[in-house]
């Protein structure tokens, strides 16, 4: 299996600008996890999907944050419009779902907000 | 409030000298702790499950063990290939699979 696949791998942008962050995730598993990670804040749980719905968005830290999951290998992450303080390396997981944390993560997008 | 703390924030070593990463935590009625290895540039790369104080995983060169109220990753005659930052996370009762991260220890073996 070709693991979990994120795209891009980098992004710059300039504030105000519309961000999409693309993910594949391993086939079979039901659950997907978009996070966020900072030197400050660590890794932060954005959202999460069961079987292709949202189970969990509180993590999303404001309206210009959104995520998709349109069928059962393919999710999106979208800002709009895009501020500085978004700049973080945003990573995709998946899971069976057998084990709560037993994630198999991608190896993320690296966001820079200018 | 359910936290995770690991400790040292950074440790360099010498290959071949072995020691050990702590995890504590003060999250009532666990329901199971991880350990994540992450590269430079990659994303973590799931290591241990453990759920219950006394229980113990083992892989190549690392140990992990559980008590009560921490964790240990043990590691044996490190060999350069195992620098990286090591991260635990912790899953609560009711967490709806929400897991509490520690911040993590980043390790250096040094040849």
């Known amino acids: 299996d070709a693991g979990v696949i994120q795209s891009p791998r980098h992004e710059v942008t300039e504030m105000g600008q519309e961000v999409t962050l693309r993910c594949k995730p391993i086939?079979?598993?039901?659950?997907l996890f978009w996070y966020r990670q900072t030197m400050m804040r660590g890794l932060e749980l954005l959202i999460y999907?069961?079987?292709?719905?949202?189970?969990?968005d509180s993590g999303m830290p404001e309206d210009r944050f959104s995520a998709k999951m349109p069928n059962a290998s393919f999710s999106t992450l979208k800002i709009q419009p895009s501020e500085p303080r978004d700049s973080a390396v945003y990573f995709c997981a998946s899971s069976s779902g057998l084990a709560a944390g037993e994630l198999f993560f991608g190896e993320g997008s690296r966001l820079t907000v200018l | 409030e359910d936290q995770v703390t690991q400790s040292p924030e950074a440790l360099r070593l010498q290959e071949g000298e072995s020691s050990s990463l702590n995890c504590s935590y003060t999250v009532s009625g666990l329901r199971g702790l991880f350990w994540y290895r992450q590269d430079p540039g990659k994303g973590p790369e799931f290591l241990f499950t453990?759920?219950?104080?006394?229980e113990e995983k083992e892989k190549e060169r690392l140990k992990a063990t559980l008590t009560k109220k921490e964790s240990f990753l043990h590691i044996t005659a490190p060999k350069p290939e195992d620098s990286a930052t090591y991260l635990c996370a912790v899953e609560a009762p009711d967490s709806n699979y929400q897991l509490i991260w520690g911040a993590g220890t980043k390790l250096i073996i040094k040849p």
């Open positions: 999907f069961n079987n292709n719905v949202p189970i969990d």
């Open positions: 086939s079979g598993h039901d659950y």
């Open positions: 453990l759920y219950s104080a006394g």
